[in-house]
């Protein structure tokens, strides 16, 4: 889906809100500024209106699906607008109005009173037109359950059976403000009119699928706060192409970093030539793999751009502990350190993972196995002087931090940040949406990316990545958060010529320089971009 942002609204960066900050920057525009709610509701009516215009077919209907709330009174404002330029225009309102209050009860009043049609306590779903989900917005805390969760089934079946175009006004009804899940049952929606900032699980899955297209409402709510500090962000194209390393025209293959990716086991060499490519790929001007001995033959084989270096190894061809002073060794030559594609888990490989951890001076990059390495105990990579970088999915998540993977799921920006804080290091959070967090609780919400990253060796190619932009100096929470943007806008741009199936380890690697190049192509003079930028087609 695409998604947009208003006229004239650009940025390299998007803050994502949360509920509680939504609220506070409300009240900070309306107690410190002197912005009166009134105005503001209006300001979100007239809104809404423009995009339910928008959206509407010459000559078709509009519904209003109002709740109780201030949502709801957003939802009065626009039927009002519209009722007073001649739209047909019929509003659902799903309590008596003598039951609202505030601001929505005076704009109901106001509705009324300008002649606006009303229906009270059941919503009929229309066979066509435009229906303006105004039910729930960052207020909600709860499952939904009688009326509005009959109304919100009605409302989606009409969709699904077509001819009806769905506006949610600041949410989809029934979603999360917070971590973008569904409270009980959720509204789909074709556009969504998001008021002031972009809410946090607008970014986050099935809340980005739920809010189809998503546009920014400018209403006068004050960005920021002097008590107000964001702390999670989404990244469009300029904020992603402003993070890249320099590229200098004198520079050589040792101005752009030495990689050593620590990698492999019988039977999983691929992970470390995936790797392997994806430092190499993403500029790193030197790539070592250091791998079990009995493997180096076959890694000689498969590798031609990288170097290999053969260390000791177990019986069953996985690294030994004895492999410890080699890999230091290595280490301290290069200028960042990958650990974890298929190095197996026998113990004495993962307890070889644990002393290296402790030991190794330059940053590291720890995925898969090596995460493993520490499940049940992320205190142990406390304490390291060089930057840590872990990049567990869910499950490996949920072995870190001694629960489970649905567990994760259920709330992954809490889930991120517990990562980072527990461990010290920064944590890339992969899924639908991943997430970055640092220690000290910045997140950043990737994007890009999307089923077609559904395919082995795609992660290893990221670790690789990550450990490439590592060896260039990006800094740690910024290389972990550049190399899931582009891997993501990698994979997505292979979607658009080939479909989301299908996509290879190897053809994402492939893929990385015109990627790149694209990134840098975008003008410093036009630093910011739209929220259209963020979201790329897919």
């Known amino acids: 889906m695409t998604r947009q942002d208003g006229p004239l609204v650009t940025r390299a960066e998007w803050p994502l809100v949360t509920s509680a900050r939504m609220r506070a920057l409300d009240q900070h525009t309306i107690e410190t500024l002197g912005v009166p709610g009134e105005l503001l509701m209006e300001s979100a009516g007239r809104a809404v209106a423009e995009a339910a215009l928008a959206l509407r077919e010459t000559g078709a209907p509009i519904h209003v699906l109002c709740g109780a709330g201030n949502n709801g009174g957003d939802g009065l404002v626009a039927a009002r607008h519209l009722h007073l330029l001649g739209v047909p225009v019929r509003v659902a309102l799903l309590v008596e109005g003598s039951r609202l209050r505030g601001d929505a009860a005076a704009n109901w009043r106001r509705a009324r009173d300008a002649g606006v049609a009303f229906e009270t306590g059941r919503f009929r779903a229309p066979a066509g037109g435009v229906v303006v989900d105004a039910v729930f917005g960052t207020g909600l805390a709860r499952d939904v359950s009688g009326p509005p969760a009959e109304a919100i089934r009605r409302l989606n079946a009409a969709r699904a059976r077509g001819g009806v175009r769905v506006l949610a006004v600041d949410l989809p009804s029934g979603l999360d403000a917070d971590t973008g899940q569904e409270r009980g049952v959720c509204v789909q929606a074709d556009v969504t009119v998001t008021l002031g900032l972009p809410k946090l699980g607008l970014a986050l899955e099935p809340g980005r699928t739920r809010a189809g297209r998503i546009q920014v409402a400018r209403i006068g ?40 990716i620590v990698a492999g086991s019988e039977g999983k060499t691929g992970a470390a030539v995936l790797a392997a490519l994806g430092a190499a790929r993403i500029g790193a001007g030197l ?62 490989t993962l307890g070889l993972v644990r002393a290296l951890a402790k030991r190794i001076e330059q940053p590291l990059a720890l995925d898969a196995d ?56 920064v944590a890339l959070l992969k899924g639908a949406g991943t997430l ?103």
């Open 436 to 538: 970055t967090a640092a220690a000290n609780g910045q997140l950043v919400v990737n994007p890009t990316g999307g089923p077609a990253l559904a395919a082995g060796g795609t992660g290893d190619v990221l670790l690789g990545m990550l450990t490439g932009l590592l060896a260039q100096g990006v800094p740690a929470a910024d290389a972990a958060a550049l190399a899931a943007w582009i891997h993501g806008a990698t994979a997505d741009a292979w979607a658009r010529r080939a479909g989301t199936a299908g996509l290879l380890a190897g053809d994402l690697a492939a893929g990385l320089p015109e990627v790149l190049a694209q990134l840098r192509a975008v003008p410093a003079a036009h630093g910011e971009t739209s929220l259209a930028a963020a979201f790329p087609e897919s």
């Open 287 to 348: 790539v070592t793999v250091g791998c079990p001995a009995g493997l180096n033959d076959i890694l000689e084989i498969k590798l031609t751009e990288a170097m290999t270096a053969p260390l000791p190894d177990t019986q069953g061809r996985a690294l030994a502990a004895s492999a410890e002073p080699a890999i230091l060794a290595l280490a301290s030559s290069r200028d960042a350190v990958g650990l974890g594609p298929g190095l197996g888990r026998d113990p004495e």
């Open 370 to 425: 090596a995460i493993i390495a520490f499940a049940g105990e992320p205190g142990l990579l406390k304490g390291r002087r060089a930057p840590t970088v872990l990049t567990p999915h869910p499950g490996e998540a949920a072995a870190l931090l001694g629960c489970t993977a649905a567990e994760i799921n259920a709330d992954r920006p809490a889930a991120a940040r517990r990562l980072a804080a527990e461990t010290g290091a």
């Open 221 to 260: 709510i004050a960005d920021g706060a002097p008590d107000v500090a964001h702390d999670a962000w989404l990244w469009t194209r300029a904020g992603a192409a402003s993070r890249l390393p320099a590229r200098p025209a004198a520079g050589h293959k040792g101005t752009f970093g030495h990689a050593l």
